[in-house]
């Protein structure tokens, strides 16, 4: 059986990460347009970098919670894709091998000035930082009014879905939240979230709760598939 999992914030928050928006709309005490833009990283790179930084010193001091490491297990018996909003690694250290980043890697870096040229990166990143061509290192992360390049190969994963599971995602950030629209009518969807934006209906099965508890019950029900 194909199962699509899509994730976002709320599921890394079990494990001791924050969401970035608070209720306020700040990320962290900034301004979006501050720390997540283009144009806020050519203003002030160096706020830009240290926020980043900031969450991955944090993401480094955290571990996968139940609900990663049960929708890691699934891959023992159905061919399983996530697709995560997430820019952590939690996924894949709970096992899990199919994952696609849709907004980036907080472990990854690319240059400034040529989108192609990424790598693995665990510290900090400074002003000065260079490329071999001399380009400004940045955060390897997809900001508002950038492209979001994995949405092609999203789109086929969900729409050969059998069974689509969405995990702590407030499901009102495009284009991620329009993924569920690529799903065959065949398929059956999940959503677990504690403060659910979407109701139960015949194809949609709501579980208002939190990813840890959530997820084992919806895998418990994908038994009876």
């Given amino acids: ?9 709320g599921i890394s928050a079990e494990s001791g990460l924050k969401t970035f928006r608070d209720s306020n709309g ?11 833009t283009p144009e806020g990283f ?19 001091e955290v571990q996968p919670n139940a609900a990663h490491l049960a929708l890691a297990q699934l891959q023992a018996t159905h061919n399983v894709h996530i697709i995560t909003q997430n820019v952590d690694d939690l996924h894949e250290r709970a096992g899990s091998k199919n994952v696609l980043h849709l907004h980036g890697e907080l472990l990854k870096i690319r240059s ?7 790598k693995h990166w665990g510290k900090d990143i400074l002003v000065g930082d260079l490329c071999e061509k ?8 997809v900001w508002f009014g950038e492209a979001v ?23 009102q950030v ?8 690529y799903a065959p009518e065949h398929a059956q969807l999940y959503f677990v979230d504690p403060n ?5 209906n015949a194809r949609l099965t709501v579980i208002a709760e939190k990813a840890g508890t959530g997820v084992e019950k919806v895998i418990e029900m994908i038994g009876d598939f």
């Fill in 112 to 118: 400034s000035g040529n989108a192609i040229d990424i």
């Fill in 1 to 9: 059986m194909n199962i699509a999992i899509l994730t976002g914030a």
């Fill in 134 to 141: 001399g380009y400004q290192w940045r955060p390897h992360i």
């Fill in 174 to 181: 495009y284009p991620a939240a329009g993924l569920m629209q």
């Fill in 26 to 36: 700040l990320w962290e005490g900034h301004d979006v347009m501050e720390v997540a």
């Fill in 149 to 171: 390049p994995a949405m092609d190969e999203a789109i086929p994963i969900v729409a050969k879905a059998d069974v689509v599971i969405i995990v702590g995602t407030s499901m």
């Fill in 42 to 60: 050519a203003r002030n790179p160096g706020l830009v970098l240290e926020f980043y930084n900031q969450r991955r010193r944090q993401l480094l």
């Fill in 196 to 200: 659910p934006s979407l109701d139960s």
